[in-house]
């Protein structure tokens, strides 16, 4: 496990040349490897959490930012110390599969259909299905993240409410992408997608794209921390993992959360819900 842990930071390192983010191996007891969403990297709020963090424990946190799905096949194979993830369903078969030792609730925010301000397929103030359903009547594109992430899930999932199956159509195009760079070709393209709101308030002024499909319950967007099950895997680092999960649902973190974006935006991006139970966020 050591082993493929090493060689998983050297080829990640050598990405990192070309511009991507530096990863390294959690080689000692003060790094922790998190496996986490583009979104809370795109958004900009890892960067204001994770220094906190390390100031106060003097762990170094080494990010590796990817879908939810691969942040949690990071997880069933032991490759990651903690996980910050927003896919439940995918969460709870992780769970219930022995991978997790503990899943708590971070945060939410929510999910928006965005589009060029023409509006080809006219959805905007339509709810999410009634907006999906007509991009698809009108073959108006749509680029989809296709990369078995949390707001892939949910697009899947919207799309199966809907009755529709968009694979294969020429109008649907899977990007392969995380959702900076999905929004940056359907902004190229004049297309659709689905976005959360954080990562597109970040990057919105460089887009042209607008928020055209909103408030629907079915595009809240829920975060959790999950801890690594260290009896499956015993060289995770379990200290260093809880640490990080503890620092997520503290009052600091969760004020954090709260304020981030204000200043900028004129409302948080993130609104924090450690304590809190599902029930309460409607679901």
Do not use: C
């Not at 073959?139 to 697009?155: M, P, V």
């Not at 900076?180 to 004049?190: F, H, P, W």
């Not at 990562?199 to 002024?205: E, G, I, P, S």
């Amino acid at each position: 496990m050591l082993i493929v842990r090493m060689l998983i930071a050297v080829v990640l390192l050598v990405m990192s040349i070309g511009g991507g983010a530096v990863f390294a191996e959690a080689a000692g007891s003060k790094s922790v490897i998190l496996a986490t969403t583009t979104s809370t990297q795109d958004s900009g709020l890892l960067d204001l959490l994770i220094p906190v963090f390390e100031k106060q424990t003097g762990y170094q946190v080494k990010t590796i930012s990817v879908g939810s799905g691969q942040a949690m096949k990071m997880g069933e194979r032991g490759e990651a110390d903690v996980l910050l993830v927003h896919s439940p369903a995918a969460e709870q078969k992780f769970m219930a599969a022995g991978f997790g030792a503990t899943r708590r609730l971070v945060m939410h925010n929510d999910f928006v259909i965005v589009g060029p301000a023409a509006d080809p397929a006219k959805i905007k103030g339509t709810s999410a299905i009634e907006a999906i359903s007509r991009i698809a009547r009108s073959g108006s594109l749509f680029a989809s993240r296709g990369d078995n992430s949390g707001t892939h899930a949910k697009e899947l999932g919207l799309w199966k409410a809907a009755g529709l199956n968009p694979e294969g159509q020429q109008w649907y195009q899977q990007t392969g992408l995380g959702m900076g760079q999905t929004l940056s070709v359907a902004a190229e393209k004049k297309g659709y997608t689905l976005t959360d709101r954080a990562t597109y308030l970040a990057l919105r002024k460089n887009l042209g794209l607008d928020i055209l499909s909103e408030g629907d319950g079915k595009l809240l967007n829920i975060y959790h921390v999950l801890e690594l099950n260290s009896v499956k895997w015993p060289k995770v680092n379990r200290a260093g993992g809880k640490a990080f999960a503890d620092f997520m649902v503290s009052k600091q973190a969760q004020q954090l959360i709260g304020s981030f974006g204000v200043s900028r935006y004129g409302s948080a991006l993130f609104f924090p819900d450690a304590g809190k139970t599902p029930e309460s966020l409607g679901l």
